[in-house]
């Protein structure tokens, strides 16, 4: 069986007891260095997650009789591995454990209500921002290339006013949060989510 586990923003307190249940129990752990590094360890067998999406479809399905979890940042499938696997596996062959997503995480600690958020990711596509700017409240993950700048000066360039809520290494102890306005967004953040607020 295939196990894909979410292991939350980050600190291993968010983790949920079925979550350290497959990971404690399982046979391979699958994960990105980061991942393998926090959970691996004296464990004698593991395979690190990369880019050849490919190959790792194949390598699962030779192996799905045996006890896999692959470790999944966040919630899996919320711009998570989730759903490339699911695609590809029967609910015979796969489960999904879900997880507290960074954009949850950042949400509680500013007490801002998700029930009208509009949410997307940057990670590896273009976001269309005449689409995301149409929407009051927009969470979006983030990533090296369309990262709270990239944002803010989109955000600039169609002279539009926002408040945008920055969490950076979120649940980590270098964690910060930030709430400014476009013209006090900095060059460069950590790893972060962001809120988008049209607050008019």
């Known amino acids: 069986m295939i196990t894909v586990v979410g292991i939350g923003p980050g600190n291993t307190e968010y983790l949920t007891p ?8 399982a046979d391979v752990l699958v994960g990105g260095k980061r991942h393998l590094a926090i959970f691996g ?5 593991s395979r690190p997650l990369d880019a050849d999406l ?17 470790l999944a940042s966040g919630d899996p499938l919320l711009f998570g591995i989730g759903k490339l696997l699911a695609t590809n596996f029967s609910a015979e062959e ?7 997503s960074a954009i949850q995480y950042l949400c509680a600690k500013v007490l801002l209500d998700m029930n009208d958020i509009f949410l997307t990711s940057s990670h590896g ?54 709430r400014l306005p476009v013209a006090q967004v900095a060059a460069r953040y950590d790893m972060s989510v962001v809120v988008i607020l049209n607050e008019r």
């Open 18 to 25: 079925n979550a350290l249940r497959a990971i404690e129990q």
């Open 41 to 45: 360890g004296t464990r004698t067998e």
């Open 54 to 70: 490919l190959g790792l479809l194949e390598w699962l399905d030779s192996n799905k009789n045996r006890a896999i979890v692959v």
């Open 94 to 100: 796969l489960q999904i454990v879900p997880g507290i």
């Open 125 to 178: 596509r273009a976001p269309d921002f005449d689409w995301i700017f149409q929407h009051d409240k927009v969470a979006m993950v983030t990533d090296a290339i369309i990262d709270p700048r990239a944002i803010a000066d989109a955000l600039h360039q169609r002279g539009l006013s926002r408040t945008l809520i920055i969490g950076e290494n979120l649940s980590q102890p270098n964690e910060r949060i930030h």
